[in-house]
Structures are given as C-alpha cells and as structure tokens.
C-alpha cells in the first residue's frame, strides 16, 4: 500500500513549494498532514495543518492511468493559506476561502504542466462547468448573488448556480 500512497501523494511537497513562492508566503504551519478516513462524505476537508480525504483517495497504478487526484490535493492544501491562515469573516463569503483554494489547484497545474496545458486548460474547464451549471442548476437563477446569508441550510451555498469554488475562482 505505501507505494501507492507515494503515487498518490508524493507531489505534495512540490505543490508545497509552488504556493510558497507564489504567495511569497512559507507554509503556515510546522507539518502537513493527510488523512484518509472511512465514511467521509465530501472529496477533502481542510483543517490547519491536516487534510481529511475520503477513503478510496489512494490510487493504485491502472487508476492513475486515468487521473491522479492533484486536482483535490492541491486544493485542500490550497486552504493551509486560504482558510486557515486567513479566513471569510462569516459564511456568506465562503466564496473567497473556496475561490482561492480553486486557483490554488489551477496554479499547480500550471506548474506541472505548463501555462497552456495546464493553467489555461484548468482555467477553460472551469469557465465551461460555470457555463454548464447555469443552465441546468436545479433551482435558482443565473444571476443570483454568489455573496448571500439567505439559506436554511449552510450546504445550499454549495448547490447554488452561483457556486462559490469556480465562480470563486
């Protein structure tokens, strides 16, 4: 199994690096952590200095042959500065914590792969799911604000048209 930790995780010192000098910030922290847990609803969850992932967040060798999960390493690490350093003042802006985090993952991309295969393709993709989303979210419409404290449940800011990662972003 801890090959496939290694395959799976083994870039995170690299994405370490990456927004240390891109935000000309060092990481906040004295370690960084990755747990992977059973029964974990969401992709990842940020919390300062450790990242809770779900429980099949290991690849073995044919899955990474499809995608690796840099996307949602990246991301969560992301939160370390954009979270957890400095945070939204209250959940309405939870966009900006989300946001970030986003383009956290595209400048890792960018990184890896180059302005154009890897920052302008994220960047696209993202522009196209914003796109997608606004016509067929179930409720709402497309010009609903993205900053709001109207809802009955926190997790509606997520379902919303106006979703706080990639328009965050």
């Given at each position: 199994?801890?090959?496939k930790v290694?395959?799976?995780?083994g870039r995170?010192?690299?994405?370490i690096?990456v927004?240390e000098e891109?935000?000309d910030?060092?990481?906040?922290?004295d370690?960084?952590?990755?747990l992977?847990?059973?029964n974990f609803?969401?992709?990842?969850?940020?919390?300062t200095?450790?990242t809770?992932l779900?429980?099949t967040?290991v690849?073995?060798r044919q899955?990474?042959?499809?995608?690796?999960l840099d996307?949602?390493?990246?991301?969560?690490?992301g939160?370390?500065?954009?979270?957890?350093?400095i945070?939204?003042?209250?959940?309405?802006?939870i966009w900006l914590?989300?946001?970030?985090?986003?383009?956290?993952s595209?400048l890792?991309?960018e990184?890896?792969?180059?302005?154009?295969?890897g920052?302008?393709a994220?960047?696209?993709g993202?522009?196209r799911g914003?796109a997608?989303?606004d016509q067929?979210?179930?409720h709402?419409?497309?010009?609903?604000p993205?900053?709001?404290?109207v809802y009955?449940?926190?997790w509606?800011?997520?379902?919303?048209?106006?979703?706080?990662?990639p328009?965050?972003?």
């Amino acid at each position: 199994e801890g090959d496939k930790v290694v395959q799976t995780y083994g870039r995170t010192a690299d994405m370490i690096r990456v927004f240390e000098e891109r935000f000309d910030e060092p990481y906040p922290w004295d370690r960084y952590a990755q747990l992977v847990v059973w029964n974990f609803g969401a992709g990842g969850m940020e919390n300062t200095s450790a990242t809770t992932l779900f429980d099949t967040a290991v690849l073995d060798r044919q899955a990474l042959e499809d995608g690796d999960l840099d996307s949602l390493i990246a991301h969560e690490l992301g939160h370390q500065w954009f979270g957890d350093l400095i945070t939204c003042n209250t959940w309405a802006h939870i966009w900006l914590n989300e946001g970030w985090a986003t383009y956290c993952s595209h400048l890792w991309f960018e990184a890896r792969d180059g302005y154009q295969d890897g920052y302008l393709a994220r960047l696209h993709g993202t522009l196209r799911g914003i796109a997608a989303r606004d016509q067929i979210a179930p409720h709402g419409d497309a010009y609903e604000p993205m900053v709001s404290l109207v809802y009955e449940h926190p997790w509606e800011v997520f379902r919303r048209k106006a979703n706080p990662y990639p328009k965050g972003a």
